[in-house]
């Protein structure tokens, strides 16, 4: 009887960065496994590279050693280019800090990914307009970042992640900037996404954001210091929000 294999997987990842005459130890020998449809929380403290970890795992930052397969495929083998498609086909990015264009309106902000994927006019209004209603933001599709809160913002931040499908959710400190009550409006997307069969991995350093996955990997010195499972706590959504678990 055949398993399914996980959806990523670190194999004794190491990763040391050169600073002059001295060697950073990053991570220190990592083997992870998430499987498809998981949510994770990676905890902390500053240095303990839950930073680096996510980077190696959204491609954008190279394991020194070890190996790192993502849906299936070892991407350390891939070019520049093939690894920019790979993190674009597969990977959706949500930051702390929003990264939204100020004087650019939600819809437009979300298009962005087809923008660069070369999709053409119609298709990239559709699938935005379709991805901000999956948040709860069909009405404000028109707003610009300065007209809407930062609940809101990560709402548009988040549609831009969905919009073009991907099979991983990654989100660094995502409620950082939001207030308790907001932060947990949020993750309530997030636990409707991975219900709707998204992996979701997300960096934390809140432990009461953390009770909302399912698993959590604490990160000591470049190491995994525990990886426990858990029942996770079930964040409730604003009554207004619309349901996420369709396409966008």
Do not use: W
């Amino acid at each position: 009887m055949s398993t399914t294999p996980p959806l990523l997987a670190l194999e004794e990842v190491t990763k040391v960065y050169h600073m002059g005459d001295v060697d950073v130890h990053a991570l220190r020998g990592v083997s992870l496994e998430i499987m498809e449809g998981e949510s994770v929380a990676i905890m902390g403290a500053s240095g303990s590279g839950k930073s680096t970890l996510m980077n190696i795992i959204g491609c954008l930052d190279r394991p020194t050693t070890g190996r790192y397969l993502l849906a299936g495929e070892e991407v350390s083998m891939l070019d520049r280019n093939e690894l920019a498609e790979k993190r674009n086909r597969t990977l959706g990015f949500v930051f702390q800090n929003f990264n939204l264009l100020s004087r650019t309106s939600a819809i437009e902000n979300v298009e962005l990914p087809l923008l660069y994927a070369g999709a053409h006019t119609r298709e990239r209004h559709e699938r935005a307009r379709v991805a901000l209603t999956r948040v709860g933001l069909g009405d404000r599709i028109h707003h610009h970042p300065n007209q809407m809160s930062g609940g809101q913002q990560q709402r548009v931040a988040i549609a831009r992640a969905l919009v073009a499908n991907p099979k991983v959710i990654l989100a660094d400190e995502p409620t950082g900037n939001l207030d308790s009550v907001t932060g947990v409006e949020v993750m309530a997307i997030f636990q409707q996404l991975r219900d709707s069969g998204i992996t979701v991995v997300l960096v934390t350093h809140e432990p009461d954001i953390a009770r909302y996955a399912a698993r959590v990997v604490v990160m000591k010195d470049g190491k995994v210091q525990s990886d426990k499972r858990q029942e996770p706590l079930r964040a409730e959504a604003a009554p207004s929000d619309a349901a996420v678990g369709g396409e966008a």
